[in-house]
């Protein structure tokens, strides 16, 4: 089953994440989303099996937004075989509702990757199954961008100790995010 979340769900929704180096949303920054109007319930979306929750998805939008515009925190739990089989039922499900209420656009899925030479197998196999269940639910344009600013995973510490503050920006969307050639408007100075 596939549903948007609500209060009653927030223990199980809050106890399920991933120990990928991959951001996720924690606890605190959930809730510091929700009173800011970042991230909210409706746009927030679980998978079960019977009564457990299996996956989960948290789409954000800027402050007074009516949709989301990306998908910020993607995680199946990690003993479920096919995790992106998972992830793109879940992403289709919560697609298909907010076209249904209005929404224009369909919301990119943004993960930020640790940089650490340290995490490279694990953070390849995290983009992995991420990459098929983008585009499996239709997100099939990816772009990568490095990046230096603090970030979720970079303020992150892992057992070893702090992670590293280099992290990568994948979008996965639905449309072409590379413009082939710049365009000189008119007026524009050399």
Do not use: K, N, Y
């Amino acid at each position: 089953m596939f549903t948007s979340s609500h209060r009653a769900l927030d223990s199980a929704l809050l106890h399920l994440h991933g120990h990928e180096p991959v951001s996720w949303i924690d606890p605190q920054e959930f809730g510091r989303g929700l009173a800011a109007g970042t991230l909210r319930r409706e746009w927030t979306w679980l998978a079960f099996v019977d009564t457990t929750p299996v996956a989960r998805g948290v789409w954000w939008g800027p402050v007074g937004s009516v949709h989301p515009v990306a998908l910020r925190c993607l995680v199946v739990d990690e003993t479920l075989p096919h995790p992106e089989v998972w992830a793109a039922a879940l992403i289709r499900s919560a697609h298909r509702a907010f076209a249904e209420a209005g929404a224009l656009l369909v919301p990119d899925l943004v993960v930020e990757a640790s940089a650490d030479p340290a995490d490279a197998s694990a953070v390849a196999a995290a983009l992995a199954w991420r990459r098929l269940a983008a585009a499996d639910a239709g997100l099939p344009a990816e772009q990568v961008l490095e990046s230096v600013a603090p970030s979720a995973v970079a303020e992150r510490a892992t057992d070893a100790g702090p992670a590293s503050e280099r992290v990568t920006r994948h979008t996965f969307s639905s449309r072409s995010l590379t413009v082939p050639h710049p365009r000189v408007l008119a007026g524009a100075g050399r």
